[in-house]
C-alpha cells in the first residue's frame, strides 16, 4: 500500500477551514470497520464545509485521476495487486499537467469501501502532479453513499482539493431518467437529500452520474461537469485520465 503523505508535498495547498491538528485523522484505513467510523465523521464534517467558491478570472484549471488495474482479474481482487494511476490537469481543452504513478492495490472490491483498495494510490497519482487544480474528477461517489462519503469525498478532503466524482451509474440514489437531449440533467435522491444528478452528455448516449464531493454542491458538481463536456460522453480531463492509466498500463504489457 502507498504510505499516506503530509498535504504540505507536491504543491498540495493545506485545507483552507481545517488545521494540521484537525487533518490528522483524514487518513486511509486498512480494515473495513476502521472505515466505516471514518467515513461516517468525514460525512458529518463535510456537511459543515463552506462550499468552494470558482475563481472569477482565467481558466478554470480542471484535474483528474483514475485508476486502471490489470487486464484479465476477475472478481473483487485482493491486495498487492499491480494498479497504474492516470493524473491529468487542463486548462480548457489544453493539457497543462500529466503523472502516471504505478503502484498496488490495498485490497479487495467492496462496494461503499472502494477507498481501501484504490484510495492511496489515487492520492499518489494526484500528488504526482506538477499543478493543483481549482477541481478534481474522480471515477467514484460522493454522497450518494450509504454512509454519506463516497471516495471522491474522502480524496478531496484529504488532499484539501474540491472533487467532483463521475460515474456510470448511481450507488444507492433514485431518479427519473433525463431526456434523450444532450444536457438534460436530473436530480438523485438519497433519503430525500439531493446528492448529484443523471445528466445526459451526449444525445441519445447512456447518462453519467455526477456526484457532489469536498466541498462540492450538486448543482457546482453539475456545473463543473458540464463546462468540461467537449462533445464527448466522459468529461474530458476524466478521458485522459483514463486514457493517461491504460497507457502505462499497456506500456508494462
Given amino acids: 500500500m502507498v504510505p ?14 481545517l488545521d494540521a491538528a484537525d487533518l490528522a485523522w483524514i487518513v486511509w484505513p486498512e480494515t473495513k470497520a ?17 462550499p468552494w467558491v470558482p475563481p472569477e478570472a482565467g481558466e478554470l484549471t480542471v484535474g483528474a485521476v483514475f485508476c486502471a488495474h490489470r487486464r484479465g482479474g ?25 503523472a502516471t504513478v504505478r503502484t498496488e492495490t490495498g485490497g479487495p472490491y467492496a462496494p461503499g469501501l ?11 497519482g494526484a500528488r504526482a502532479l506538477c499543478l493543483v487544480p481549482d477541481v478534481l474528477l474522480v471515477d467514484a461517489t460522493g454522497r450518494d453513499h450509504p454512509r454519506g462519503c463516497g471516495l471522491a469525498l474522502h480524496l478531496g478532503a484529504r488532499l484539501g482539493i474540491p472533487t467532483v466524482g ?8 433514485g431518479g427519473p431518467e ?56 466522459t468529461p474530458e480531463a476524466l478521458r485522459w485520465a483514463r486514457s493517461t492509466a491504460r497507457a502505462a498500463r499497456s506500456r508494462e504489457g
Fill in 74 to 98: 476477475g472478481g473483487p481482487g485482493t491486495a498487492g495487486e499491480p494498479a497504474w494511476i492516470g493524473a491529468v490537469v487542463l486548462r480548457g481543452d489544453r493539457l497543462v499537467a500529466q
Fill in 166 to 173: 463521475v460515474t456510470d451509474r448511481p450507488l444507492l440514489a
Fill in 114 to 124: 472502494l477507498g481501501l483498495r484504490e484510495g492511496p494510490a489515487l492520492e499518489a
Fill in 4 to 17: 499516506s503523505r503530509p498535504h504540505k508535498e507536491a504543491g498540495i495547498p493545506t485545507h483552507p477551514a
Fill in 34 to 50: 476502521e472505515m466505516e467510523q471514518l467515513q461516517r465523521r468525514l460525512a458529518a464534517t463535510a456537511a459543515r464545509e463552506p
Fill in 178 to 233: 433525463p431526456e434523450r437531449r444532450a444536457g438534460v440533467a436530473t436530480e438523485l435522491r438519497l433519503e430525500g437529500d439531493l446528492v448529484g444528478y443523471l445528466l445526459r452528455s451526449s444525445a441519445g448516449g447512456r447518462p453519467i452520474t455526477v456526484h457532489a464531493a469536498w466541498r462540492t454542491t450538486p448543482e457546482l458538481a453539475l456545473s463543473v461537469v458540464r463546462a468540461s463536456l467537449l462533445g464527448q460522453r
